[in-house]
Nanobody
Framework: QVQLVESGGGLVQPGGSLRLSCVASGSIFAINAMDWYRQAPGKERELVAAITSGGSTNYSDSVKGRFTISRDNAKNTMYLRMNSLKPEDTAVYYC???????????????????WGQGTLVTVSS
């Protein structure tokens, strides 16, 4: 079983910055893609940014140019640097990991998904 723990959320003024972290631990053989999602009050969860094991990235149009996703494979850790924050960025941010739990799963391309518990980001003056 894999646990994902996010940290770094908090209250920030518009125009400010935050850096979120997501650490994966547990039964991990290899991690594929890692993603950041967010869910604002009354809205559906949406994909914010994604990064592959090789470092390729994708962003939603709403955060492109302001957010930067990165990862440290040696530490099983993913980051989200958020600059120029806006009130509409207020949400609970979740990390997601697609991973293989052991060699046999990796060989058979049997990947699993894990979610963190979320960290709240509030952008307000």
């Amino acid at each position: 079983q894999v646990q994902l723990v996010e940290s770094g959320g908090g209250l920030v003024q518009p125009g400010g910055s935050l850096r979120l972290s997501c650490v994966a631990s547990g039964s991990i053989f290899a991690i594929n893609a890692m993603d950041w999602y967010r869910q604002a009050p009354g809205k559906e969860r949406e994909l914010v940014a994604a990064i592959t094991s090789g470092g390729s990235t994708n962003y939603s149009d709403s955060v492109k140019g302001r957010f930067t996703i990165s990862r440290d494979n040696a530490k099983n850790t993913m980051y989200l640097r958020m600059n120029s924050l806006k009130p509409e960025d207020t949400a609970v941010y979740y990390c997601n990991s697609n991973y293989y739990s052991d060699f046999e799963s990796w060989r058979g391309h049997f990947a699993l998904d894990a979610w963190g518990q979320g960290t709240l980001v509030t952008v307000s003056s």
